[in-house]
């Protein structure tokens, strides 16, 4: 009987964050905190980044201690949203430092936002000491998620000048195509200036491998 109790309390508080969550894209934040605190007091990780997210349109200083104890459980989106909280100085001082370490620590749970922010950081030294290889591991990675033009451009540069990477004309001729493709200005103008550039049998193995590119990731997407 205890087991059964257990158990269905553990359903009750599952319920209420679900209806913590709906309360939230509602607009209900007063409603969305009522909900989600009971799971969130218990350290459920979901209803602690609901809380912080409600919390945030109210007051941003009061929704980062929520964050933290969200991220700390491994909620990615709980990291992405306090990195990017320490980045912009929303809710507390500024720390580029904090906010890449965030970034880093959730880009490798396929949260693709820090995945594109922790590259850029290493590519300028943001927050972090820049490191051409780091820069390059994160920046393939979120180009290889399809959902960053502007990354895929960077790995096309990164390819073009050797950088974190060796030189590959072919590869970096791809991932500006994949930008154009995206629509990206400056892919599109690189594109036009490769063109004049490589050799035509080049140009075509680079096209063809960014078309493979586009077929695989519209199969995944289809994929149920």
Request: net charge positive; glycine share 10%.
């Amino acid at each position: 009987m205890l087991a059964l109790l257990t158990l269905l309390a553990g359903l009750a508080l599952a319920d209420d964050a679900d209806d913590g969550w709906k309360a939230f894209k509602a607009g209900k934040f007063d409603e969305a905190i009522r909900l989600s605190m009971p799971s969130a007091l218990k350290g459920d990780d979901g209803s602690q980044y609901t809380v912080a997210a409600a919390l945030e349109e109210k007051d941003p200083a009061k929704a980062v201690p929520w964050y933290e104890k969200s991220a700390k459980g491994g909620n990615g989106y709980a990291m992405y949203r306090l990195g990017w909280l320490y980045e912009t100085g929303r809710g507390v001082k500024k720390d580029l430092a904090s906010a890449a370490f965030w970034y880093e620590q959730c880009a490798p749970l396929g949260e693709t936002r820090c995945t594109k922010s922790i590259a850029f950081a290493y590519v300028h030294g943001t927050g972090v000491k820049a490191d051409p290889a780091k820069a390059f591991k994160w920046m393939k990675l979120s180009a290889e998620d399809g959902t960053s033009p502007q990354s895929a451009y960077s790995l096309g540069l990164m390819y073009g000048k050797a950088h974190g990477t060796k030189r590959d004309m072919v590869e970096s001729y791809r991932w500006m195509w994949v930008g154009a493709k995206g629509g990206h200005k400056e892919s599109k103008d690189f594109v036009a200036l490769l063109d004049r550039e490589m050799s035509a049998v080049d140009v075509e193995k680079a096209k063809r491998r960014a078309r493979d590119f586009e077929e695989r990731r519209k199969r995944a997407q289809a994929a149920p």
